[in-house]
């Protein structure tokens, strides 16, 4: 087990996390497969460049979640440990790379989710169709989920990028909409929950993620649920914020996994399918259940 450091933005000191976000070290063979055809085929993670606390567990069980599109964002959300920039050119080929490894990795449940592409007229939407049509015709029996980003209110693009036959759909709020100035500057609220309804509306399984410990009220979160269940929301996931870099946003708050279990007990009470919240959820965790 080991006990990862929360940097402090005042000083280079480290404090040491409670006992319930300790993790295990990635182990065994089904870990060592995943990261050599990852490694093979040129692949992005979420696991990796967002420092995934769950990364050794994930992989060990030879599930990961791919990302598409490179792993520069367009994006600084003051939270995430993505690199942020210009991205170079999208990889043509991305799609078959990203389905030969699922072929291999003997996948049932895939998820795929991608960087911020804000300089594309479509947003990555092309891309995002192909990988998921690829993944198909290689693994026919394979579920996907897609958490798909932000796409500025181009709805012809959202459409474009969840018609390719995956079963669920997720786009993360992240955060109570009292805080989206401070943690999601380049994104908006009502904006985000507009995507999610269209989803819905589309058809969709629909999901979507928020994290807690950036200064957030029970209040406010339970707004949240109201907000994404009013927009018929199916599955939602509450995890621990955890600061990736001294540069990132202060951790304001360790919620206790009492609360965590009241957040989903409130949130299966309004109605939610699936509610999965704990310290060390993340959107992507345990997704297969989710379907």
Known sequence: MIDLPVVNNQSNRRERKPDWLRVKLPIGEKYKKVRHLVDTYNLHTICQSGNCPNMGECWGEGTATFMILGNVCTRSCSFCAVKTGRPPEYDENEPERVAEAIYLMEVKHAVITSVNRDELKDRGAEIWYQTVRAVKEKSPSTTIETLIPDVRGNWDAL???????????????????????????QAKYKRSLEQLQRIKAFGKRTK???????????????QTMDDLKEMGVDVLTIGQYLQPTRMHLAVEEFVHPDQFKKYEELGLAKGFDFVESGPLVRSSYHAERHL
């Open 159 to 185: 459409e474009r990028m969840i018609s390719g036959g995956q079963e669920v759909v997720s786009h993360n709020m992240e955060t109570v909409e009292a805080l989206y100035r401070k943690v999601r500057p």
């Open 208 to 222: 979507t993620g928020i994290m807690v410990g950036l200064g957030e009220t029970e209040e406010q979160v339970i």
